[in-house]
């Protein structure tokens, strides 16, 4: 791994600094397709709508410090054209004349990873890049924050947990110094979306909170439970036992008043699915006589 840090000439802070830790990253091995990844947390108003910039077959990009938000766009057109993460750092900040004031980090197509940490950014600033990932901040307690994220995102999981656990990690380890106020989680796939019409698998941001990656971590259990892959999905057949426990628990819930026993049917059928329709959880539904063991869960857990 290459480490890379700038303790910052400036005592101040400019007007629109950040202080931010990111990560950036790909997931070439998901069992769903190839993801690529940002995950960041700051001491600024919702974050999430300035740092993080990805694109399916294309890369992933964190923009900040005195953020640059052109280099999102900007970068992930010239990763899409097949320029490398190196080349892309070098392109976006070569006319820069705010570059030494700009932390950027990028991972390509093919997982090569870049991080940058201009002069002028406000201390503790730095990186690290390793293979397939990118961790960056700056005003951070110090080089132990992003050595402590880039350890964690080697650990176990899929691309959005072990993005999550890498920020966990940095606040764990001092992260921003000035403290916590907003955190996003950006994932991207090939049809990766809502019923497959987009590449964006999630994009979740805690605007405003005391402690936005705990919210964070919980908005990804919450996306995970309403948009799930099809790998993760597993039915259990109805038998007349189960359904015996599904009318009770949607009579308690005012979806059922037909017969307290008997077999799967129509009528039962009728009521769990306008349970699933209510709780959102359409896209763990199916019209065999099953139930998805989400589906159960969130019948059981309301009972």
Known sequence: MRRQARQGLNGALRRGDEMTLSI??????????VEWGVAVASKFLAVGSIVPWARAYAGAIATQALANVSYGP??????????????VVASL????????????????????SATSTGTEC???????????????GNILAGPDVVDAMAEAFAG?????ARLL?????????GGDRRGRQSAALLVVRDGGGYL??????????????PDPVVELVRLLELNRLLFPTPAS??????????????????RQRSLFDGPSAGPYDSELRTALFTFVGLENLELRWTDEPRIERGVLAALRGGG
Not at 24 to 33: C, F, L, M, S, T
Not at 122 to 136: S, Y
């Open 24 to 33: 950036v990253a790909w997931d070439p091995a998901n069992q769903d397709g």
């Open 156 to 160: 176990p999981g899929d691309l959005g």
């Open 74 to 87: 900007q970068g992930l057109a010239l990763l899409s054209s097949g320029f490398s993460a190196e080349e």
């Open 165 to 173: 656990a890498a920020l966990n990690a940095g606040e764990r380890a």
């Open 196 to 209: 497959g019409g987009t590449d964006v698998t999630a994009d979740l941001r805690v605007d405003d909170h």
């Open 122 to 136: 406000l201390p503790w600033a730095g990186g690290i890049a390793g293979d397939g990932f990118c961790c960056q």
């Open 233 to 250: 999905l597993e039915f259990v057949d109805i038998d007349e036992g189960l359904a015996t426990e599904l009318r009770t628990r949607l």
């Open 93 to 112: 900040m070569a006319d820069d004349q705010e570059r030494e004031h700009r932390q950027l980090g990028v991972v390509d197509a093919e997982g090569r």
